[in-house]
């Protein structure tokens, strides 16, 4: 909240997974590729091959102008980002690790001196100094990796860090390691992936043949690392990160399952392509896997992206910058006395700060479908209790006010017109609207916080009842504040979920 | 629990400091050569003043400066970051697609310095345009981050502005205070330039003299423009005649002046230490600008420090790592590129 907030109408998830799956994709390459460009070299100088080491600096090539270019402008470009929509917790970041940066920073700097030198160095360097810079590249550009892994594993696992502060206990946190395995398989894998690419281009012959077998081993290689570090990651994130995110995110669960798939659908082409039929990797085939790849690995980095909410640093600082270490002052002052840019419209001041790095109105993750047809009175209540929300929200820390100005401002936003109207529903369908609207965002149906068996043997007298005193079921619930039609429409839903749970 | 503070600086503010405007300076040298030498090769070649081998053999070098320039701008962007990221991410948020599109605009120009680099003596419309369309990607860089950071020394300006326009689609409209700023850096990138083009070109009497010319001529225009812009700080500048910088703005003066001295015998190496050191001293200069423009609002020296050592001994052992394992590669390709000639 010491920032101004940047109000764009995409949503910050939608800007950042751009440019970040872009950069993670070909940073991750550019190490793997390294390494099979200096170790494919050196084979090939010993074997005489010369074929091998035309096609190695060509592909020397392509890998600098993607590696060096876009692979190292968009690492800038998540600098950027991230302190345009996360400005606290990149703050938090560089205070705690900017001599691991600047450690990051040297290997940087070498690791594109050595890149350029290499690429440059095919026609006039001795093999033996040529491939010593490869090596050189390769080794600097894990090492950047090793740091950069400490930082992101400390976003989802700052273990002792929380209680010492101390740099090296951030650093080398609970998914530190394994997380640092599974990355350099995926580096190795990416490199089968990408060379496979500029091989598939070769006319089918020998030469393609025994090109595309040997690439495919990388392939093969890093997805195996990759696939038992994903196993041994999991199990490193402790049980209670992972125990709220079973129970109240479906999604990132899904994307792991999504991911064995895509891991077996790129293990099975390798294993066509690689073993049996190397001469007919057409370029379509190597850019399906390709694109196999950037999902597989886009669906982990959303995983691990997912598992960590609602934090951006698990249990320091939440996903729209408010700090667990103010939780006191916030809660006696609220969110405005700590908004230092302010436009004069406290509402709009306090969304922004409150919700909108994960909402918006009416695009990514919108709030104003959640909420039309609803009443000032309920958005208030629901902000007040956002922690006990289906997915992992942050609490609203601010005070009751500041939550009745949030709902002002949504409210004077929101289509006013009654539930019936707006979506031309009636009776138990109407009711199942208003139970979406109105009790599904706490109590998901078929879910841990399922209330329907409570409804179950109850009379429409008894309903009403209960709605009258909707407040009191549970600290945190809101009184029932819709119009009169939801409500009957409401109660015959309620009347057929307790039927539908008593069987 | 008391969770950690992150408030802090993890050394001493003057290390900091330290290393902040010594990145920064040389990032600078970088980029003039790069701005500079882009904007001199066209104007050259445009005027016919040089063959097409000539401009060609500059072309050449682009993407490596490129490459320098970009790394070497990352080290003080984290200092910078370290210190007034309040001032810094404020300014940017409220400029913040003008901004974001600083990557684009570098990608663009550094895939067209590749392209016209690939290009060599071939097609020289083709390449031209190439260069062409890089410079200008280079001038909106500039340009958004004199407006950005000039922004970030107003504290009380990034708040009004914000207040009107959340959308990141605000360019400053101060023109007056960055207009200047900015005509100054890109002189001073000319002026650097045109010793690189000098020094590259040192045999070659028609590079040479392209060299001199704006070497000398950048750096008038630079001076002017500097003065004027000083003069426009007003109170500042009174300020600013009462701390050290005004000795670092005259020693930089006479320093450059010595520079030309040695480009004109042809002594390179001293005159590129003066330039170099020249360069340091405007940047000092500058830093105190800033630090006096913001104060009343923000004074680094409040920072708690809470220095971490080690890893801050990691650092420096890997800062010798990388001097060392450069030198090595540097000759190595050197060497060999001087065997193969």
């Not at chain 2, 900015?182 to 045109?194: K, S």
């Amino acid at each position: 909240m010491s920032y101004p907030f940047w109000d764009v109408p995409i949503g910050y998830g939608v800007l950042m997974a751009v440019i970040a799956v872009f950069h993670v994709f070909v940073s991750h390459f550019a190490i793997g590729g390294g390494l099979y460009l200096v170790v494919s070299e050196q084979l090939a100088r010993k074997a005489g091959d010369s074929p091998r080491l035309e096609f190695l600096e060509k592909l020397s090539r392509f890998f600098v102008l993607v590696t060096l270019v876009a692979g190292a402008l968009t690492g800038v470009g998540i600098w950027f980002i991230i302190g345009l929509i996360a400005p606290t917790a990149t703050e938090a970041l560089i205070h705690n690790y900017v001599w691991g940066w600047a450690t990051e920073w040297t290997f940087f700097v070498v690791e594109i001196a050595a890149a350029m030198i290499y690429f440059y160095g095919w026609k006039t360097m001795t093999p033996r100094a040529h491939m010593a810079v490869g090596w050189v590249y390769f080794v600097f550009a894990w090492l950047s990796l090793f740091i950069i892994n400490g930082i992101i594993t400390f976003m989802l696992t700052p273990g002792q860090w929380l209680a010492t502060g101390d740099f090296w206990d951030g650093f080398f946190n609970p998914t530190f390691w394994a997380s640092l395995v599974l990355r350099t398989g995926v580096c190795v894998m990416l490199a089968g992936l990408y060379a496979l690419l500029v091989a598939s281009r070769y006319q089918a012959g020998e030469f393609k043949e025994r090109t595309v077998r040997y690439t495919a081993g990388w392939g093969v290689v890093g997805l195996a690392v990759t696939a038992l570090c994903q196993y041994w990651y999991w199990k490193a994130i402790p049980a209670a990160v992972v125990a709220k995110a079973l129970q109240t995110m479906p999604t990132p669960i899904h994307s792991i399952e999504y991911s064995v798939w895509l891991a077996a659908g790129i293990g099975a082409l390798l294993v066509v392509f690689g073993v049996l039929a190397p001469r007919r990797l057409s370029m379509a085939a190597a850019a399906l896997l390709m694109v196999l790849g950037l999902a597989w690995f886009g669906a982990f980095e959303w995983f691990r992206e997912s598992i960590r909410k609602p934090y951006v640093i698990t249990g320091y600082i939440y996903g729209n910058g408010v700090e667990l270490a103010k939780t006191a002052s916030y809660k006696k002052d609220g969110y405005l006395a700590q908004v230092v840019y302010r436009t004069g419209d406290d509402g709009a001041d306090l969304f922004r700060h409150a919700c909108r790095s994960c909402h918006t109105l009416d695009g990514y993750k919108a709030l104003k479908p959640v909420f039309d047809g609803t009443d000032r009175a309920f958005i208030a209540a629901i902000i007040r209790s956002a922690h006990l929300l289906k997915g992992n929200m942050p609490p609203f820390l601010g005070t009751a006010a500041e939550a009745d100005k949030i709902a002002d401002y949504l409210s004077q936003r929101l289509d006013k017109r009654p539930l019936a109207e707006i979506y031309k529903l009636e009776g138990v369908e109407l009711g199942r609207k208003a139970y979406e609207l109105r009790c599904g965002k706490c109590h998901v149906i078929g879910a841990a916080s399922d209330k329907s068996k409570s409804f179950a043997g109850q009379s429409a007298d008894d309903l009403n009842n209960m709605l009258n005193m909707a407040a009191d079921l549970g600290a945190g619930m809101p009184a029932y504040t819709g119009a009169a039609t939801e409500r009957g429409a409401l109660v015959s839903f309620l009347a057929q979920l307790g039927k539908g749970a008593k069987k | 629990m008391n969770l950690p503070d992150y408030e802090f600086l993890s050394a001493p503010l003057w290390l900091v400091t330290v290393l902040h405007l010594l990145t920064f300076t040389l990032h600078l040298v970088a980029m003039n050569f790069l701005l500079g030498g882009v904007f001199i090769t066209l104007w050259s070649s445009a005027r016919k003043r040089w063959d097409g081998p000539t401009a060609a053999g500059f072309t050449r070098i682009f993407p490596a400066a490129t490459a320098a320039t970009v790394t070497l701008g990352v080290a003080p962007l984290l200092f910078l970051q370290l210190v007034f990221h309040r001032q810094m991410y404020s300014a940017a948020i409220v400029s913040g697609w003008f901004w974001l599109l600083v990557i684009a605009a570098v990608i663009v120009a550094y895939y067209a310095l590749y392209r016209a680099s690939f290009e060599g003596q071939r097609t020289d419309r083709a390449s031209k345009a190439a260069l062409l369309l890089a410079l200008l990607g280079l001038l909106y860089v500039s340009l958004v981050y004199s407006s950005v950071f000039s922004m970030a020394e107003q504290p009380a300006l990034i708040r009004n502005l914000y207040a009107k326009d959340q959308s990141g689609w605000v360019w400053n409209p101060a023109v007056g205070d960055y207009g200047l700023r900015w005509l100054h850096m890109v002189l001073g990138a000319v002026t650097v330039g045109g010793f690189f083009v000098g020094l590259l070109g040192r045999n070659d009497m028609e590079v040479f003299a392209t060299g001199k010319t704006f070497l000398v001529g950048g750096m008038v225009a630079a001076a002017l423009t500097g003065m004027v812009y000083l003069l426009s700080l007003e109170q500042h500048l009174a300020a600013l005649m009462h701390t050290p910088a005004i000795w670092a703005l005259t020693a930089a003066v006479a320093l450059s002046l010595v520079s030309l001295h040695f480009f004109f015998k042809k002594n390179f190496w001293l005159s590129g230490v003066t330039l170099f050191l020249s360069v340091a001293g405007m940047v000092f200069v500058r830093h105190t600008v800033r630090l006096l423009r913001l104060a009343g609002e923000f004074d680094p020296a409040s920072w708690r420090v809470a220095p971490q050592w080690s890893p801050f001994a990691m650092f420096l052992v890997c800062f010798v790592v990388m001097l060392i394992v450069l030198a090595w590669m540097l000759r190595m390709f050197f060497g060999a590129k001087r065997n193969a000639a």
